[in-house]
């Protein structure tokens, strides 16, 4: 019995041990991986393991930038975490999947992941390069719900972060929005709008209690595919550089364009968009559009539609909190003020719109999170 007793000790430590730790979110256009990083090795017995943590460690914190699309977003990291009764870092990576031959490449030179057999991934990326996965890496992929992860991930990121949420104050008038710390205690129930290269519209009323009730094809690589036909344009950092620096009015039909100034009957002012893109009719507006304001009444009309959809489900299902994730929103001021601004003003300040920090890593992160339950 006490050699049982011991057996069974010696496995647990074991399975309690198995590194490293990460979550993997492979995206149509971008894959998200979360990496838990240790903070004190000493205690790990296996030398192989040790020597695969410092490999990952010295090839990780030497630089942010990684191949042709690799890159850590180092102000996102997240210090004293607690997982497994162990205390470290959590690390987010983003890489385009496109480039998803060259990542399992570099794992493989480096062998950081010879001693696992099975990581658990989610997105659709997860089936679409399985085999790939098996023949470089020899690992399996344990696929996640997408929605399962991306709940257990924002609830996880909010608990260790109590600034993770914010709103915008003053979001009436958009050249005022001022962003503010959003007390997510009382979350329940909210609208969560996921805009990664499409958008995915969830009623969320528990932590177990969650349901998709919408969606759109049109949604952050809608915006990088047509700012890339109109622009030139390579990478989505460059289209929201272009973006940031142009005018919407200079392409975008305007209420005033065809009433002259407000449509006072239904509310309608001046300023407001009347149809997207409606003044490329005109060979003169045309010679006066520059590459910016292209990408900025592209980027206009994506954030609106999505404003739209989101206010609908959100009348629908009767609830007054929107939050909006997703990789779209990264370095993208510009759409979150559009989408405070939207929300705040068609529900005649009713609803709220609310936003995270770690924008489109929840799923990679409630990939991590998942692994810890089911070991």
Known sequence: MKKKKTKRRMLKSQLLKAMPWFGIDIGGTLTKLVYFEPKDISSIKLDKEVEVLKTIKKYLMKKSAYGKTGHRDTHLQMDNIDIRKRSGSLHFIRFQTTDMCEFLSLVKRKSMACLLKTILATGGGAFKFE?????????????????????????????QNRSECYYYENCANITECEKRAFDFSKSYPFI?????????????????????????????????????????????????????????????KLVRDIYGGDYERFQLKADFIASSFGQMHSSEKISDVSRQDLANATLVTITINIAHIARLCALYAKIDKVVFIGNFLRINSTSEKFLAHAMHVWSEGKMEAIFLHHEGYFGALGCLLQMNKEI
């Open 131 to 159: 085999d790939d996965f098996r023949k470089e890496l020899n690992l399996d992929l344990s696929k996640i719900d997408e929605v399962d992860a991306l709940i257990k991930g924002i609830f996880f990121a909010e608990d």
């Open 192 to 252: 969560l709008v996921n805009i990664g290269s499409g958008v995915s519209i969830l009623a969320v009323h528990g932590s177990d209690n969650y349901e998709r009730v919408s969606g759109s094809s049109l949604g952050g690589g809608t915006f990088l595919g047509l700012c890339s036909l109109l622009t030139g344009c390579k990478t989505f950092e460059e289209a929201i550089e272009l973006a940031t620096a142009g005018d919407n009015k200079k392409v975008d």
